[in-house]
């Protein structure tokens, strides 16, 4: 299912997938409804499963809340962006790219950007997160 704006909530649990979001006009929000302390999306990269950044966003805008992003491996030859890699494209924009509310980016692994890589003047803003 491709989704490229609007909300996608998720129940507790653990989610394996990842969310790759491009293009201008893109403006989503995907938050965990019982909090980050019971809702984890990941990849399963270092669990066996995908490689790959757990988000990947490029010149578009995305919301998290109340999500544990964990698991994710880097992406471009697990180089770059373990849980989450942002890119800007295009002029350089005047908001965040990516803003996260509530959230927790751990264990996550590549040679650049564990946890958060940015490029080309990207921007994320935490609040209350880690």
């Known amino acids: 299912m491709e989704v490229t704006s609007g909300t996608v909530r998720l129940c507790e649990g653990t989610w394996y997938t990842k969310i790759v979001l ?29 490689d790959g950044s757990v988000i990947a966003v490029t010149g578009a805008n995305l919301t998290v809340r109340g999500l544990t992003i964990t698991g994710g491996v880097g992406s471009e030859d697990n180089t770059k962006g373990g849980g989450v890699a942002v890119t800007q494209s295009g002029a350089v924009s005047a908001t965040p790219n990516v803003s996260f509310y509530d959230s927790i980016i751990t264990d996550n692994a590549t040679d650049y950007g564990g946890g958060i890589a940015l490029f080309d003047y990207a921007s994320v803003s935490l609040h209350d997160s880690c």
């Open 22 to 50: 491009a293009g201008l006009g893109s403006d989503l929000t995907v938050e965990g409804v019982a909090g980050a302390a019971v809702t984890t999306l990941t990849t399963g990269g270092t669990s066996g499963g995908d």
